[in-house]
Each structure stands twice: as C-alpha cells, then as structure tokens.
C-alpha cells in the first residue's frame, strides 16, 4: 500500500434537501473512515442516501451539517484525487464514446497518444472496442454504464466513488469488471466506496460493509470483512466458507430494517 | 460546489436541522431578492442622474438628447392636460393585441410544422428568407390589403412577430428529449397527446422566454407601424417630434415605451415564476 | 474660377432630406461641375427626413443640410447655442400638387367640401402649406372635409392608389405618375396657392460658417450658378443634367416634373431668403399651430454670401 | 411506428439485411430530399406564375404590386449598366458584417449573464425593455455616435440582432440538463469549462436556429439603418423607389435581399447539417 | 386463465439499426410465442437487443423483417393491450410523482376518482406514499424506478414488457416487488416479458427463460421451468431443490457465449 494515498475522513455529517416549502433530513451525522488503500461497501435500501453520501464526498453538494476531509484537508468542492461513477450515465450525446470517455482527461489538461490508446485499450476490455467511434444514443444500456466506468477510471484518481456500476450488467461481465476493479485497485493502492444492492458483491469486493438506514439516512452497521475472504478474487470470495454467513448477517439488517417500515 | 443554505449550522440539533435550514433558505432567496431589485434601481438612477447632469452642463447635445428633468415636466405637462394618455391607450391596445396574436400565431405555425417534418422542411427556407424582408418596405401591402387603419398596425406588427416565434418556437420543440414522445406512443398516446403532453409542456420555459422577446417585437412592430399610418400613438408622438424636430417628445415617448414594456415584462416573468414554482 | 486637384479641393459634406427633382439646382451645381470649378469636393447624403438630416448636421456629421427652413426654426424654438443658418435658398414655393380622383374640367376650391381629403402628416412642411392654402381658399380642414392625416409620406401613393381618398396632396413625381396610369389628375399646385416660401434652404451652424467664410462662399456661388442655369436653359437640358441622380425613374416622367416646377417658378432664380418669404413661412407655421415664438429674421438668416455671390458671378 | 427504411425488404438473407437496409435507407433519404426541393420550386414558381398573371391581367394593381418578368427587365437593365451591383456588395457587406457581430455579440452577452446569475437577474428586464425600443427612433443616436456612414448601420442591426440573440441563447443555455455540468464539475472542471465542454456544445443546435432568425434580423437591420443615412446599398434603392414613385424598383430591392437570404439560409443550413451529422 | 387475454407471437424478426454510414444487425430472425397468461425471462448479453426486441414487440419501432403478432392481429403500433416498462425510466420533470404515474390512464381517456385512488394505493405499496406530491428530481434513483413500474402497472394491461425493472433495487424491495407483481399476473392470468440480468429473478419469476446471444442478437435456449418451481413464490422458488441446476445451466450457456467472444 502507497503511504501517499489519502484517506477520507467524515465527521457528523447531516444533510437537508431543500425545495420550495419543504425540507428533507436526507442524511443524519454520518461518520466514518475510509483509509487509504481500502474498499468499502455501501449498502441500503432505496432512498436512504447512499448516492446523497457519495455527492459529498465528492465534493459536488456542500453538507448541511459536518464535516469531510480527503487527505486531512477539508473538501470545498471536486477534486481530481476522487473520481466518482454517478448512478447514471450522462454521456454527452455530442460526442464519441471515446471522446466521452476522454472527457476527464481533457478536463485535467491535454491529452497524450499514450493516454488514448489508454483508453481505447479499456474499452476494448470492456467490450466495447467497436463502438468506440459511435455515439451513445447507439449504445444499450449496459454498454453506456460500461462507457461511465471507463470514464471515470481513465483518469486514475486516488479514491474511487462508484453509485451502482453494475447495475445494468449479466452477471458475466459484471464478474468481470469486478475483477478488473479489485486488480486495478489493489495494484495501485487506491480507495474506493462503492454502493451496489447486490450483498454478494458487497462481500466478495470489500474490506468492509458499511449499512445504511433509512429516514433518515443513518449508519447502522459498519462490518469487518474476514482476511480470508477479502484475500480472494470476487469471484472466488462468493465461494468461500464465511461468505454464506455473513450474507445472512447483512440480509438480516435488511429484514429488520423492513419490518419497522410500513407494509410495502 | 452548491453551497446550501444552511452550510455552517452545524450545532443545530439534527432533528431540528429541516427547520433551521428552511428558514435559513428562505433569508437567502429574500435577501438575493432584495439585492437584485436594489441593484436594479440604482442602475436605473445612475443612469437618469448621469444623464440629467450631462445634460444640464451641456456635456451633450440638449436639441438631439434632452435630460430627464425636462423630459418629465413635458410629459407632465401633458399627462395634465389630457393630451398624453390617448396616444399611450391607443399603442398599448394595439401592442397587447400584436403580442398575443403573434405569440399565438407563432406557436401555432410552430406546431404545424412540427407536425409535418416534411411541412417543416419545405417551409425552412421561407421562413427565413420572409423573415428578411424589411417590414417597412412592406408597408403598401398592409396599406392596400387593410386600409390605413389599425389593421395595417397590427399586420405589421404580425409581420415583425410572428415568424421569429414560429422559428424560435419550433427550435425548441425539436429540443425535446424523444423518449418523452416515446413515453406518451407507448401508452398509445396519438401524434396530438405527443404533442400536448411531452413536447408542449417540455417546450413551456422556452415559449416563455420567447414571450420576453415578443414583448419587444410587439412593440417595434407596433411603431413601425404607427410610422406608416397613424393619427394616434407613440409612434406617431415620435414622428411627430421628429417633424417638428423636438427630441424631448421623442424621448419622452420612448419613456413611455419603456415604462409600459416594463409592466408587460413583469407580467411575463410573473407567467414564467408561477411555472417554475416547481423546481 | 479656378479648378485644383482633387487634393488641394476642400471637401464639403452635404446631407438632403431626402433625392427630389425638387432640388434640381442641387444636383445640376453638381453634374455641371459648379462645385468643382469652385475648388470644392462635394459629398452628397441622403439622410431621409428633417430630423436625421439636422441631427447629422448638429452633431456635425455633414457640412451643410439641404432641408426645410422650417426645421431651422424649430431648432431654434428648442433653444440652441450654436443656431442654423439659412445661407442659400433653393426652392421657393411649397412642392406638392392636389390631386382628384375624378376628372375635374373647371376646378373650384369649394368642391374640396364633403370630401375625403388625403393629407400629408402633421408637422410637416406639405401639410402646414396645404391647411394654409385651404383655409386662405375659405376650408376650414377640421370641419368642412374628412381629413385623412395618418399615413406615412411615402405611403400616400399606395393609399391613395388603393382608394382612399377623394383628393390627395401629393409631391413629385408621384402626382405626374398618378396623372400618367390615368388613376388620378392634378387639378391644382399648393406652391402656386401658399405663396412664395423659403421652401428648401442650405444651412449649416453658425460656427461651421465663421470658421469656414470662404467655403461657404464658394458653395453660395456654385449654387448661385446652377440656379441660373436652371432658369436660362431648356427643360430638356436641365432633365439631361438630372439623369444620373434618379437613374431608375422615367425619362419623361423627370421631364414632365421638371417643367411643371419651372413654370410655376418653384426654383428660386438667386440664393436670397427675402424677409417678406421669411415672414409668410412663419404665418403658415403659425396658423398651423406649430410656432410657438417667431423666429428673428437677422438670427436664422444670413444673405451675405448671396448678395456677394450674386455680385461676384455677374462679373 | 417508426417505419424503419428496409422494412418489407423480409425476403433477403439475414446476412445481406444490413446492406440492404442501408441501400434503401439511403435512397429513401435522396428521395425525400428530392421531394422537398421539387415542392419549394414549384411553390416558387406558382407563386410567380399567379403573381405575373394577376399582373399582366390588371387583377392587381400593377403601379404598387408590379409583376415578376417587369421586375425582371428592371434588374437585367440595372445588372447590364453595372449599376445593381454596388448597391448589392454595399449591402451584403453590411449584413454579413451585422450578422456575424451580432450573432457574436449575443452569444457573448448571454455567456456573460449565463455566467453570473445575479447579472442575469439584474440585466434581464433591462433587456427585455431595450429590445421594445423601436429602433428607427434611435437613429439620431446612431448618428451622433457614428456619424452617418457605415458605422451608423451596422449599428441599427446590432441593436436589431444583439439583445433577441442574447434572450434566445440565454435560454438555450438554462435549458441545458443540469446533469451535463455535473459530469464536467465532478471532474474538476473550472466554470469556464462547464461552459465549454457542456453548456456550449448542448446549445448548438439552439444557436444555429438563432443564426437562421438572425439571418433575417440582420436584413431588416441593414435596411432599416439604410433608410437613416446611406448614399448606396438594398436599404437606399427602396426609400429611393418610394420616393419617385417606382415600386418595381422598391420590389426588385426585395427580389434581391431573398435572392441573398436564401444564399446565407443555405449557408447556415449546411452548418447545421454538418453539426447534426452525427445522429 | 382468463381465454379472451391475448397471446404474442413472433417469426423471423430481424431487426437492422441505420445511423449515418452503418447499417447493423441487431436481431436475427427471432421467433417464439409468448402464451396467454405465460410469463417469459429473456436473459443475455449486454447489447444482446433485448431492449431492440421488447420495442419491436410493443410496436415502438418496425422490426427490419418479419412479423409480430398480438392476439393473432399484427403488431402496427402501441396498443393499450400492452404495458411497456422502459429500461430508463423518463418520467417527466414537470410533473409530480402521482401525475406521472397517472400519465397512461390520462392518454387513455379520463381519469376517475378510483383510479386515482389505485394508483395512489400502488405507489403507496412500493413505499411511495409520502413523495406522490414531488416531483421526479427530488427522488432516488431507485425510487424513479419505481414510479415507472406504477405508471405501467395501473393501466392495467395484458401483456407486460419489463426492462430491467428491479435494477436499481435493494434486495428486499425487489423480492417484495417481484411477489407482488407475480401474483397481480397470476390473478388476472396476464402475460409478461421480462428483461433481467439476475439468473435468480429470471428462474424463480418464468414459466419459461429464453436466453440470447449477441452479434447478432439471436435465440439461443428456450427453457422450460419445471413446475414445482413456478408453483411456488418467487421468494420460495429460490430454495428449491431444482432451482441450482437451472442456474448451473444457465450460467453454462453465459460462460460459452464468453468464451466465444475477444477477450474482455
Ligand atoms: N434534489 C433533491 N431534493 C429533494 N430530495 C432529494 C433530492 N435528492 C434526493 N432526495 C431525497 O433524499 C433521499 C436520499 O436520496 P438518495 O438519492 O441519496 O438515495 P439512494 O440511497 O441513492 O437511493 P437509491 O438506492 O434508490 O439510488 C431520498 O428520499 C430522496 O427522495
Ligand atoms: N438507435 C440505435 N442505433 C444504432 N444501434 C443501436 C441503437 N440501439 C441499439 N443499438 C445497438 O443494438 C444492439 C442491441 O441493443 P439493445 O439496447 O437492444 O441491447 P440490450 O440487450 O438491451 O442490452 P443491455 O442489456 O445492455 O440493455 C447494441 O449493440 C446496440 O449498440
Ligand atoms: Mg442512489
Ligand atoms: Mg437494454
């Protein structure tokens, strides 16, 4: 692990939608570390504010409340050392699909051959190496979320923030890119915060699991993944023998969190 | 980075957070409020208060340009004796009259070539090259067609309006997202639902802010044809003040002009605010 | 005379209200060469209407106006430090003709009564010297006809053409051309009726003309020249003269327009604004209702460069 | 439905359906686009054709409407003589120049108010009221400030095109999703880049619907700044027909500004074609 | 089984996109028969034409080649018979949340105060009840999702078309969302085609899977769920004994189609 890489550090945070007459607590006192290196997991259900949580930390809404640090310094707004996957894709229907996926680099500076090739060659791996010179309105919906992630990875930021990046994925690509994700991840040393509703993913891809409730959007569990399972492969972890256990544990926060709920 | 409003409120009770935030926000839109009228003022004043020195010291031609004091004791003067609000009722009805028509017909062209793509783009061409004629020269086709009447008035004033709103409209109404109308077909919806459920709606904010440029239009085509045919009306003030070389009449019609399409722009934004109440 | 290159000739801008036969003197000075031989190089706009001609000549845009004298006045009436200066006249009674409908064989003023009249816009010259003329033949405009006063000058032709009207005041060349198509007939000239005017007058400012005495003095006399040229030569000459101004109009229509100015004596034979001329302009202001101070004679007018002009070119 | 090119083509091969596809897809288009022009060439021709005889048989008058092959001979004795021509370069010069300033202008203004939001909110009814004065009521301005030449028209277009263009691309710019600076913001693009690498590429289409309203805008501009002050020029040969009576020459001035319109419309329509290559 | 619902049927649909210069085959000739009352999973590839396939099906676009029947008449356009959940949601911005869902009985005709009522009922099932009044920016993305599954649901057709309903689910929710809508279709004997990437949720919702494969999109597998397990719930169904060969099969049938492809 680099000892450069920066941790995000969050304190207190409380958040307040505002729009027209009314205001929403759409997240109340979060706080918690991500070290530098680690990959956390954020789950919850629908609505609790994982993607409000995410737009923090990426420096996109200031918190009505508390207090975010990446690195031991404050965020007053984006920077380059987070690279952040919105939920959905919002590719520029005016440009290629490498141009879109070009378009943090060109944000951060000019972009080299040794860059473009870069990326041409991640959206090989992607699958996408046909389509590179089409426009997304060409694209199926998978496809454009692949183009998103390449987007944000191009730019190797330090901390990853991904809102559901597989979403739209079969399970065999979707293996894949978690694959590609942990590999890239690991060699670097870099972070990432990652919020999927898929738990198996959650386990099988994380140092740790962090459980979200809902109304307002609080922290109810903070889990330890075992060294064993965070040693494997995404693809292997989903077979090892603590696996089964903890997807029971978390599946479990989920049903309690549902039974306090009105019936749905 | 959007700074909320109540960013630093940090020693609020959680649960009372919502409110203190709601209040916080709602100083915030009242001061920039504030702030953007006061603004607005004191450019207006700036301005009359430059110009009225300029004025006084001779600083500028006082025959070709005037100064605010004098332009107000004129129209004073003639608010008092009765003289003025004819002309101004006679342009404002007629101005009301070429801005909502125009507003309308435009639309409504715009919704017919909507309709037909093909329509649409063999009339492209026509639109814009009968949006360069100068509608000055065209003023014995007005004259002839309606008679030196308020109906030329208001032909000309069709003429000045309508073919930019239709473009303009139009342009907008292409700008909607597809899968709106493809919503509306999925449901069975019919090419006129697409239309009056997806496309009009979405196009609203864009209608709105060419009803701002109308307000405009509607008045330059309104003069302009007041300066062909007329016995009544700014534009005929202003010719008038023109012939018997008085600069200060001119001005203070256009005084006037100013005056009542600040009225019509407040009425439009009021229109565009209760649309936006939403978001 | 001497005649210079264009280099050592002082340039003189010249701004008219609006292209007229109207002003043939003008434009013969210049096709003549008058100017030219004057040492002076004329630059001529047409800066349409009063107003834009002495906003350009205030502002100092142009050199001389060829524009009303009326609107020297109306300056005036405003209150000016630097006033304008009639120094030479050019056309002499008002420029605008009746025109009927119906053929009329022996035409009487009181006919006009119950009529539709098809007037020239408020303000202006062509109207004030045509209620003048109605009134002076007994019509009282407001009451004794229906006057149709709302349409723009360059309109008249259309609206009238398009039936409006039972008789119409009508400029040149429109009336000859009305007269031609057979959709109307001019049965009578307003500037025969209204008197003698300084109808159409070179001015500048005041302080335009003190610093520049000799320009001035030169442009008096090669306007003094035309004028006399105008008056000795034949029509068809004075219509070869006008061709290159008004390249797209008839031959013959210029022709006709140009006698039927010459024989009611519109172009002034010298450049002199005569007091008596002076003073009927302002009664016709005045029963117009659009004056509201008589305008001093010695303020707005100086003859000097005429009077030396005419002495000079004798010679 | 959207009837896709090839559909009925369900004989071929599977294989060879994309080439197939692809052939009648085109000649669908080259259809259509033949269609379209043969449509606007006979409504040009009807047109003539109706007006030529209205005028040859009296059924308008023909000393105010003329008619197309007079018309004609006016402008092939003027083209002959050479005497069209400066009139036109005169005045081409003076459109292409009021087009491009203005339509620059505009774009700049609305970047500026798009750039700040309380300038925007200060300027807006300001806006709207500059662009009700009636800009022949200006003139005098123009002419103090430039004197009566050149610089006096391209001012009067300027004050015809700058502040709608400013209005319409100002709303262009709002209209764009939110969502699209977003992307360009989360990865620590300054204002300046959200404007150009999102707003301003999403509002192409909106500016080059605009270029097509300004095309005309910049005309009327020209025309009516020639009617103030010019010795050449479109604008100068009609006040000169109006003022000696002949309408064929006033009607041959507008023959020609379409004439030049439809040049530029095309030109800008290219533009546009070229933009919208991609879907 | 209700005798009158309609039955859809397809033959040698092939489906060509044209876009500038290119022309590609997205379908090739498809065929198969979706039953009265039947409940059909259609699994694949990302960029397989799923998404291609349910438009065609719901007369959104005409297919290149081929026919399609509904209820023995050709397809020539949208139908109400048919309810089609976009992939994206698209709800409309300017309405609010009960609006939108509201859209589809609007365009069918008036809306009376009982389908009012319904739908609010509907949204307040899928934990809606408390935003019908906002609007759609103000919402997560899962609970947009939602929205767009109310909007189809209350006009109540008879054939249903599912693109990736449950995507931006959590666990729970999905599993609450597909019991619920397995047992409307059930009570009504309606039909529906779902599009999913969850093996799972296709195994424990169909009577049949269809599998397809990519470049071109073609069938691949058609597969019949035995009936113990479309007996049961689909919450159930996921422990039956049969249930882990299916998935065992299916994902065979993904690791080929990978295997065939360039490596991603
Ligand atoms: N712009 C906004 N204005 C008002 N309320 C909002 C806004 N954005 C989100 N919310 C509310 O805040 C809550 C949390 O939203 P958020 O998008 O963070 O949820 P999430 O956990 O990402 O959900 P999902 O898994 O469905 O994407 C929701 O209840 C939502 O209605
Ligand atoms: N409008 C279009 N123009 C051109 N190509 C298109 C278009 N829409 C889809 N395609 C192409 O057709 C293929 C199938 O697309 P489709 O959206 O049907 O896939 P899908 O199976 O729904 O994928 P996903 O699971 O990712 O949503 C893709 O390769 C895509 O690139
Ligand atoms: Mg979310
Ligand atoms: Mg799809």
């Given at each position: 692990?680099?000892?450069?890489?920066?941790?995000v550090?969050?304190?207190?945070?409380?958040?307040?939608?505002?729009?027209?007459?009314?205001?929403?607590?759409?997240?109340?006192?979060?706080?918690f570390?991500l070290?530098?290196g680690e990959f956390v997991s954020l789950v919850g259900p629908s609505g609790c504010g994982k993607t409000t949580l995410l737009s923090i930390v990426a420096?996109l809404?200031?918190?009505?409340?508390?207090?975010?640090?990446?690195?031991?310094?404050?965020?007053?707004?984006?920077?380059?050392?987070i690279g952040y996957m919105l939920q959905h894709d919002y590719l520029f229907?005016?440009?290629?699909i490498l141009?879109n996926s070009l378009i943090g680099?060109?944000?951060?500076?000019?972009?080299?051959?040794?860059?473009?090739?870069e990326a041409l060659g991640l959206l090989a791996e992607m699958g996408l190496g046909d389509v590179a010179?089409q426009y997304p309105h060409q694209l199926s919906g998978g496809m454009r979320q692949r183009v998103a992630l390449v987007r944000t990875l191009v730019t190797s930021p330090d901390i990853l923030l991904l809102d559901e990046p597989f979403s739209a994925l079969d399970y065999q690509t979707k293996l894949q890119l978690e694959q590609l994700i942990a590999d890239t991840l690991r060699k670097w040393g870099k972070s990432a915060l990652l919020v999927t509703h898929d738990i198996s993913e959650a386990i099988a891809m994380s140092d740790r699991i962090i459980v979200m409730?809902r109304?307002?959007g609080?922290?109810?569990r903070d889990i330890?993944i075992?060294?064993?399972i965070r040693a494997a492969s995404p693809m292997k972890a989903r077979e090892m023998?603590g696996f089964h256990?903890l997807f029971g544990e978390i599946w479990?926060e989920f049903?309690?969190?549902?039974?306090?709920?009105?019936?749905? | 980075?959007?700074?909320?409003?109540?960013?630093?409120?940090?020693?609020?009770?959680?649960?009372?957070?919502?409110?203190?935030?709601?209040?916080?926000?709602?100083?915030?839109?009242?001061?920039?409020?504030?702030?953007?009228?006061?603004?607005?003022?004191?450019?207006?004043?700036?301005?009359?208060?430059?110009?009225?020195?300029?004025?006084?010291?001779?600083?500028?031609?006082?025959?070709?340009?005037?100064?605010?004091?004098?332009?107000?004791?004129?129209?004073?003067?003639?608010?008092?004796?009765?003289?003025?609000?004819?002309?101004?009722?006679?342009?404002?009805?007629?101005?009301?009259?070429?801005?909502?028509?125009?507003?309308?017909?435009?639309?409504?062209?715009?919704?017919?070539?909507?309709?037909?793509?093909?329509?649409?783009?063999?009339?492209?061409?026509?639109?814009?090259?009968?949006?360069?004629?100068?509608?000055?020269?065209?003023?014995?086709?007005?004259?002839?067609?309606?008679?030196?009447?308020?109906?030329?008035?208001?032909?000309?004033?069709?003429?000045?309006?309508?073919?930019?709103?239709?473009?303009?409209?139009?342009?907008?109404?292409?700008?909607?997202?597809?899968?709106?109308?493809?919503?509306?077909?999925?449901?069975?919806?019919?090419?006129?639902?697409?239309?009056?459920?997806?496309?009009?709606?979405?196009?609203?904010?864009?209608?709105?802010?060419?009803?701002?440029?109308?307000?405009?239009?509607?008045?330059?085509?309104?003069?302009?044809?007041?300066?062909?045919?007329?016995?009544?009306?700014?534009?005929?003030?202003?010719?008038?003040?023109?012939?018997?070389?008085?600069?200060?009449?001119?001005?203070?019609?256009?005084?006037?002009?100013?005056?009542?399409?600040?009225?019509?722009?407040?009425?439009?934004?009021?229109?565009?605010?209760?649309?936006?109440?939403?978001? | 005379?001497?005649?210079?290159?264009?280099?050592?000739?002082?340039?003189?801008?010249?701004?008219?209200?609006?292209?007229?036969?109207?002003?043939?003197?003008?434009?013969?000075?210049?096709?003549?060469?008058?100017?030219?031989?004057?040492?002076?190089?004329?630059?001529?706009?047409?800066?349409?209407?009063?107003?834009?001609?002495?906003?350009?000549?205030?502002?100092?845009?142009?050199?001389?106006?060829?524009?009303?004298?009326?609107?020297?006045?109306?300056?005036?009436?405003?209150?000016?430090?630097?006033?304008?200066?009639?120094?030479?006249?050019?056309?002499?009674?008002?420029?605008?003709?009746?025109?009927?409908?119906?053929?009329?064989?022996?035409?009487?003023?009181?006919?006009?009564?119950?009529?539709?009249?098809?007037?020239?816009?408020?303000?202006?010259?062509?109207?004030?010297?045509?209620?003048?003329?109605?009134?002076?033949?007994?019509?009282?405009?407001?009451?004794?006809?229906?006057?149709?006063?709302?349409?723009?000058?360059?309109?008249?032709?259309?609206?009238?053409?398009?039936?409006?009207?039972?008789?119409?005041?009508?400029?040149?060349?429109?009336?000859?051309?009305?007269?031609?198509?057979?959709?109307?007939?001019?049965?009578?000239?307003?500037?025969?009726?209204?008197?003698?005017?300084?109808?159409?007058?070179?001015?500048?400012?005041?302080?335009?003309?003190?610093?520049?005495?000799?320009?001035?003095?030169?442009?008096?006399?090669?306007?003094?020249?035309?004028?006399?040229?105008?008056?000795?030569?034949?029509?068809?000459?004075?219509?070869?003269?006008?061709?290159?101004?008004?390249?797209?109009?008839?031959?013959?229509?210029?022709?006709?327009?140009?006698?039927?100015?010459?024989?009611?004596?519109?172009?002034?034979?010298?450049?002199?604004?005569?007091?008596?001329?002076?003073?009927?302009?302002?009664?016709?202001?005045?029963?117009?209702?659009?004056?509201?101070?008589?305008?001093?004679?010695?303020?707005?007018?100086?003859?000097?460069?005429?009077?030396?002009?005419?002495?000079?070119?004798?010679?």
């Open positions: 692990m680099d000892e450069a890489k920066p941790s550090v969050l304190q207190e945070v409380s958040h307040v939608y505002v729009s027209g007459k009314t205001a929403f607590l759409a997240l109340e006192r979060i706080g570390t070290q530098a420096g809404i200031a918190p009505t409340a508390g207090r975010v640090e990446v690195g031991g310094k404050a965020v007053t707004g984006p920077s380059r050392q229907p005016w440009r290629t141009d680099l060109e944000l951060h500076g000019n972009i080299t051959e040794g860059q473009r090739s010179g409730d109304r307002p609080r922290l109810r330890r075992p060294e064993e023998p256990r479990n049903e309690d969190m549902e039974a306090r709920r009105e019936p749905l | 980075m959007i700074r909320n409003a109540g960013a630093g409120s940090g020693d609020a009770r959680p649960a009372d957070l919502p409110s203190h935030v709601l209040a916080a926000h709602r100083k915030l839109l009242r001061r920039r409020a504030v702030a953007v009228l006061t603004t607005q003022i004191a450019i207006l004043l700036v301005f009359l208060a430059v110009w009225e020195v300029a004025g006084r010291r001779q600083w500028i031609d006082v025959l070709l340009f005037s100064y605010p004091s004098k332009i107000a004791r004129l129209l004073a003067g003639k608010l008092a004796d009765g003289s003025l609000m004819p002309h101004v009722w006679t342009t404002v009805l007629e101005t009301g009259a070429g801005f909502l028509l125009g507003t309308l017909l435009g639309t409504a062209l715009a919704t017919l070539i909507w309709w037909s793509p093909f329509l649409s783009r063999v009339l492209d061409p026509y639109l814009v090259v009968a949006n360069s004629m100068p509608k000055v020269a065209l003023g014995p086709l007005f004259i002839v067609g309606l008679g030196p009447n308020m109906g030329a008035i208001i032909a000309t004033t069709l003429a000045v309006t309508v073919i930019i709103t239709t473009l303009v409209v139009y342009a907008s109404f292409k700008e909607v997202d597809d899968n709106y109308v493809k919503v509306v077909r999925m449901f069975g919806g019919t090419k006129s639902q697409s239309f009056r459920k997806a496309i009009l709606p979405a196009s609203i904010p864009a209608i709105v802010s060419t009803l701002k440029v109308n307000v405009g239009l509607a008045w330059v085509g309104v003069i302009v044809g007041e300066f062909l045919v007329s016995k009544q009306g700014l534009g005929y003030l202003i010719i008038y003040g023109f012939q018997v070389f008085n600069f200060t009449l001119v001005l203070g019609s256009l005084v006037i002009i100013a005056i009542v399409a600040t009225v019509m722009y407040r009425v439009v934004a009021s229109i565009e605010a209760r649309l936006n109440r939403k978001p | 005379a001497c005649s210079g290159t264009a280099a050592d000739r002082t340039k003189i801008r010249i701004g008219e209200v609006t292209r007229s036969i109207f002003y043939a003197p003008q434009y013969v000075a210049i096709s003549q060469g008058f100017f030219k031989d004057e040492g002076l190089d004329v630059e001529l706009t047409t800066t349409a209407g009063g107003d834009k001609t002495m906003t350009a000549l205030l502002s100092g845009a142009i050199d001389v106006a060829l524009v009303g004298s009326e609107t020297s006045i109306y300056v005036n009436q405003q209150g000016s430090g630097d006033p304008v200066i009639n120094f030479a006249q050019v056309t002499q009674t008002d420029g605008t003709f009746l025109v009927s409908r119906k053929k009329i064989d022996k035409f009487d003023w009181s006919m006009l009564k119950g009529s539709t009249f098809l007037g020239q816009r408020k303000g202006g010259m062509p109207q004030m010297a045509g209620e003048f003329t109605l009134k002076k033949k007994g019509i009282d405009p407001q009451k004794d006809l229906k006057l149709i006063q709302n349409v723009d000058f360059a309109n008249i032709p259309a609206a009238f053409a398009s039936g409006t009207g039972d008789y119409v005041q009508m400029f040149e060349p429109q009336a000859t051309v009305i007269e031609k198509e057979g959709k109307g007939f001019v049965i009578a000239s307003f500037g025969v009726e209204s008197g003698q005017l300084p109808y159409t007058v070179f001015m500048s400012k005041k302080s335009f003309i003190d610093k520049n005495s000799k320009s001035i003095q030169k442009f008096t006399n090669a306007v003094y020249k035309a004028q006399r040229w105008v008056a000795e030569k034949p029509v068809d000459d004075i219509t070869a003269a006008l061709m290159p101004f008004f390249a797209d109009t008839d031959k013959e229509i210029v022709k006709a327009v140009v006698k039927r100015y010459k024989d009611q004596a519109s172009f002034a034979t010298d450049p002199i604004v005569d007091e008596k001329e002076w003073n009927n302009l302002q009664d016709v202001m005045q029963a117009a209702g659009e004056l509201q101070q008589r305008a001093d004679y010695g303020k707005l007018v100086n003859n000097t460069f005429a009077q030396k002009a005419i002495e000079t070119v004798k010679k």
